[in-house]
């Protein structure tokens, strides 16, 4: 065989590509990935805590769907009413038209009503109630899941002077590194947790 200097430099080239991509730090980075282990009692908790997380979001999805679709049947039942609003006590539905006017009186010239009959006022106030209640439900199991991962990594993962500063319910505080202060997932048995 002869000697080929094309050949010979493809070849060193290629050998340094792949030596600088194995030695660098990014490739080796990407394929270790932190990782907390839970013993069984954590990841009983862990369990909990995100099926308490995820009931609350349900029900505050079924609650704000409910709310939707009555408020669009009645506004489709109303179509005089554009962007309709209903009053706080859901006696009446109000409709704003025409807000052009320069003066009050103008203005209140064009505000539509309609009342609303016993039944749809019921179920108003009912659908409305249970809206508010799943999302105060819900915005409590968004603390309590964040409450609880935060101090699952202040348990296990060492302390870092960047990352995201955080004061829990219990008095513990400290911050939280990187990748963790983005979230956490776990495996099915909720015994490994990782960054999510």
């Known amino acids: 065989m002869g000697y080929d200097p094309v050949m ?25 990935l932190p990782t907390i282990y ?11 805590a995100v099926q308490d997380f995820k009931s609350a979001q349900e029900r505050n999805n079924l609650a704000a769907t409910a709310w939707r679709y009555f408020y669009d049947s009645y506004q489709a039942a109303h179509p005089d009413l554009p962007d ?16 052009n006017g320069r003066f009050p009186w103008e203005t209140v010239a064009n505000l539509a009503t309609v009342e609303l009959s016993p039944e749809e ?3 108003a106030e009912s659908l409305n109630r249970e ?4 999302r105060r439900l819900a915005d409590q199991a968004q603390k309590s899941w964040s409450d ?16 995201l500063v955080v004061s829990l319910p219990s008095g513990k505080s400290g911050t939280i590194p990187n990748p963790w202060a983005n979230g956490i997932v776990f495996t099915p048995d909720f015994r490994v947790a990782v960054p999510f």
């Open 8 to 32: 010979k430099k493809a070849l060193f080239l290629s050998a340094v590509a792949f030596s600088l991509y194995t030695s660098s730090p990014h490739s080796v980075a990407q394929q270790l």
């Open 38 to 48: 839970l013993s069984a009692s954590e990841a009983a908790k862990a369990k909990q």
């Open 84 to 99: 309709l609003q209903f009053a706080s006590d859901f006696r009446i539905a109000l409709s704003k038209k025409n807000l």
């Open 121 to 123: 006022r019921q179920k």
């Open 131 to 134: 809206m508010l209640e799943a």
């Open 148 to 163: 609880y991962w935060h101090e699952l990594v202040l348990d296990h993962v060492p302390p870092s002077p960047e990352g």
